[in-house]
DNA sequence: ATAGTTAATCGTAAATATACGATAAATAAT
DNA sequence: ATTATTTATCGTATATTTACGATTAACTAT
């Protein structure tokens, strides 16, 4: 007797980190993330020079960091500036920590 | 001038970081770590009583967690006891401590 | 006005992910 | 031996992701 539900509704918490999570899943947003923590801040064109891919390619993975909240793109013409969104970052940091907690309540943490 | 490339070469900490990410990003598989961190270990039946998808999806995203080597599956006829993989989730641990640091070496922590 | 620069967006192809039901395998219980 | 239990795997459909080149938009510089 299988069950079937195509929509579930999960905590703000865990749709957050896996937003999260699953903007750092590919090495390429990694590092970009890590190239703009350390840089504070930078444009396409930084990106495109380090990196062996298509600027349409990197373009794509910064919208990704962008929509998932990671980043924010100012407006510069004709460039954008990156940086990372400090708030969300330290959003994301805390609630890896979270995860990782050695001894945490599970059902005060997750809600289904 | 584009550059064309399929293949690129990340340092092992980049792709290990990326493989944890990836598999942390299902609201899903989640729930099922917040659960088994929690429980030390459990069958895959308990998780199909507590949420709403079918036995082969839950499967699916436990196959994923195995893939991605955050846990393991001990055989137990005819069921299969499921445990967080502590080596590789402490890895994981120290893997997005780093990432998160205030201050770190870009060029120390990222090798193309 | 024209040309150059920067970076998003479009169109597309291929691969991967997510979900399901059905089936199969492996064992335990009757 | 037969039946029940548990869970992986198969087949499939749909959606998303990742990559590319080409184009477009927005501005700068000449």
């Not at 990694?30 to 993330?33: E, P």
């Given at each position: 007797m299988n069950?079937?539900?195509?929509?579930i509704?999960?905590?703000q918490e865990t749709e957050d980190l896996a937003r999260f999570s699953k903007a750092l899943g590919h090495p390429t947003r990694?590092?970009?993330?890590k190239y703009l923590s350390n840089q504070s801040c930078c444009y396409t064109g930084d990106l495109v020079d380090i990196l062996p891919l298509a600027q349409s390619t990197?373009?794509?993975h910064l919208k990704?960091?962008?929509?998932a909240g990671l980043i924010d793109g100012e407006v510069n013409p004709?460039?954008?500036r990156y940086c990372i969104n400090q708030k969300n970052w330290k959003k994301s940091k805390k609630l890896f920590q979270t995860l990782?907690?050695?001894?945490f309540n599970f059902f005060s943490?997750?809600?289904l």
């Open positions: 069950k079937t539900l195509q929509q509704k999960y905590s990694l590092i970009i993330l990197i373009s794509q990704e960091l962008k929509e004709p460039r954008i990782f907690q050695e001894d943490v997750v809600k």
